[in-house]
């Protein structure tokens, strides 16, 4: 099956834009994830999707972030008014779990340069 | 709450010598471990997982890992390493009923020719 696929890959843009990324997960995949990872460090959960419903968000999600899934298959993550501390890569997974043990698969992530 | 620990930032290791790269963790109930392998400018790569069962593990590319629940361990090893393992090694963990993996700061492998 293809991977997961991330666009774009890397995103330049002035601090106070607003940014969108897209996440198409593996097909038939019912569970996204979205994480953050800076620079020397490992990634870090933002939010959760179970089909299009929304489960659950980490506290790193601040107002300025919103994550959808309409359909149960692709998702965005949007950011609005973007800050210096927004710069970072933005990883995708995706995963067929009904008991908790399969492993997320990852996109190639959107890296997010803040200028 | 659930958090990793890899001690080491980098781990150099000579061609063709064994390969370890530490990991410990802390959660609540049983865990579910993972270790993945980021190259630059890439995603993470899954290698390896412990639900239940044997301690020790196979994975992809000839890795394993042992898993030590009196230590709350599960170190990541490759019996011959190569020049082509040299990357980043990310170890994770989630308890049942949690959705949201936490993962270590992860180790730089250098494997020497």
């Known amino acids: 099956d293809t991977g997961v696929s991330q666009d774009p890959r890397h995103k330049i843009t002035k601090r106070g834009q607003n940014v969108t990324f897209r996440c198409d997960p593996i097909?038939?995949?019912?569970?996204l994830y979205w994480y953050r990872q800076t620079l020397g460090q490992g990634p870090e959960f933002l939010t959760y999707?179970?089909?299009?419903?929304?489960?659950?968000k980490s506290r790193l999600l601040s107002d300025r972030f919103s994550a959808e899934r309409p359909k149960g298959s692709f998702s965005t993550l949007e950011i609005q008014r973007t800050e210096q501390g927004d710069s970072a890569m933005y990883l995708c997974?995706?995963?067929?779990?009904?008991?908790?043990?399969?492993?997320?698969?990852f996109g190639d992530g959107t890296r997010l340069s803040i200028l | 709450a659930q958090s990793v620990a890899q001690p080491e930032d980098q781990v150099n290791v000579a061609e063709g010598n064994p390969l370890t790269v530490k990991c410990t963790y802390s959660?609540?109930?049983?865990?579910?471990l993972f270790w993945y392998v980021q190259y630059p400018n890439r995603g993470l790569q899954f290698l390896l997982k412990y639900i239940t069962g044997d301690n020790l593990v196979k994975g992809s590319y000839g890795f394993e890992a042992e898993f030590n629940k009196s230590q709350t361990s599960f170190h990541l090893k490759k019996p011959s390493a190569l020049v082509s393992d040299s990357a980043l090694y990310f170890c994770?963990?989630?308890?049942?009923?949690?959705?949201?993996?936490?993962f270590g700061k992860g180790n730089q492998v250098v494997v020497i020719p």
């Open positions: 994770a963990v989630r308890s049942y009923g949690n959705n949201r993996l936490a």
């Open positions: 097909s038939e995949h019912n569970r």
């Open positions: 997974a995706s995963s067929r779990d009904r008991d908790g043990n399969q492993p997320q698969h």
């Open positions: 959660v609540s109930g049983n865990p579910y």
């Open positions: 999707f179970q089909n299009e419903a929304q489960l659950e």
